[in-house]
Nanobody
């Protein structure tokens, strides 16, 4: 199973970016999907998660500015980021809790490769 993230880049403060993350492989089901980020010198932190039924959870720092959604048919998870701030600068990682067809009883924690988001002031 692979998670392929894309959509990062350089944007001015106040701008917007959209991140995408597509899952591929022999997947039986996907539970939670989400986005995390890691800024230089800091620990990886949760940005937003979305359950299989669509329930969402956001870090306080991004509430009202970021929106997470998913397409279960693809499957993929997206992060729409508006009103970006310099403090949003980080490498963004997508994450999925999933089960493969080969081992449907095992819940695996999978990570994408990360995509850089840089917000200039």
């Amino acid at each position: 199973v692979q998670l392929q993230a894309s959509g990062g880049g350089l944007v001015q403060a106040g701008g917007s970016l959209n991140l995408s993350c597509a899952a591929s492989g022999i997947i039986f089901s996907i539970d939670n999907m989400g986005w995390y980020r890691q800024a230089p010198g800091k620990q990886r932190e949760l940005v937003a998660t979305i359950g299989s039924g669509g329930s969402t959870n956001y870090a306080d720092s991004v509430k009202g500015r970021f929106t997470i959604f998913r397409d279960n048919a693809k499957p993929a998870v997206y992060l729409q980021m508006n009103s970006l701030k310099p403090e949003d600068t980080a490498v963004y990682y997508c994450n999925a809790l999933l089960r493969t067809r080969g081992a449907p009883q095992v819940l695996q924690n999978s990570w994408g490769q990360g995509t850089q988001v840089t917000v200039s002031s």
